[in-house]
Nanobody, 113 residues
Framework: QVQFAESGGGLVQPGGSLRLSCVASGSIFRIYAMKWYRQAPGKEREVDAVITTGGMTNYIGAVKGRFTISRDNAKNTVYLQMNSLKPEDTAVYYC???????WGQGTQVTVSS
């Protein structure tokens, strides 16, 4: 079972940027597609971005053009570069494999002036 540790969240003003990191345990990280999710207060967890084992990416909804997902298999790490942040991006962000494994604790992103 792969486990994940997310980091890099924080408080940022609208229009600002953050880079989230997610380190996966286990040497089999490279065989999984990876996803970044968000969960806003009172809402269901939803997918923002996906990256395949070969590095192909897909973005969902309002993050297109603002967020970039990437991965470094040598470091067992997936990243989410978040630019032009908006207050509606405020959420706890999680990463997970596809198919999903155990959820990490996530990292809080708060966009506010």
């Amino acid at each position: 079972q792969v486990q994940f540790a997310e980091s890099g969240g924080g408080l940022v003003q609208p229009g600002g940027s953050l880079r989230l990191s997610c380190v996966a345990s286990g040497s089999i990280f490279r065989i999984y597609a990876m996803k970044w999710y968000r969960q806003a207060p009172g809402k269901e967890r939803e997918v923002d971005a996906v990256i395949t084992t070969g590095g192909m990416t897909n973005y969902i909804g309002a993050v297109k053009g603002r967020f970039t997902i990437s991965r470094d298999n040598a470091k067992n790490t997936v990243y989410l570069q978040m630019n032009s942040l908006k207050p509606e991006d405020t959420a706890v962000y999680y990463c997970n494999a596809d198919p999903p494994s155990e959820w990490g604790q996530g990292t809080q992103v708060t966009v506010s002036s």
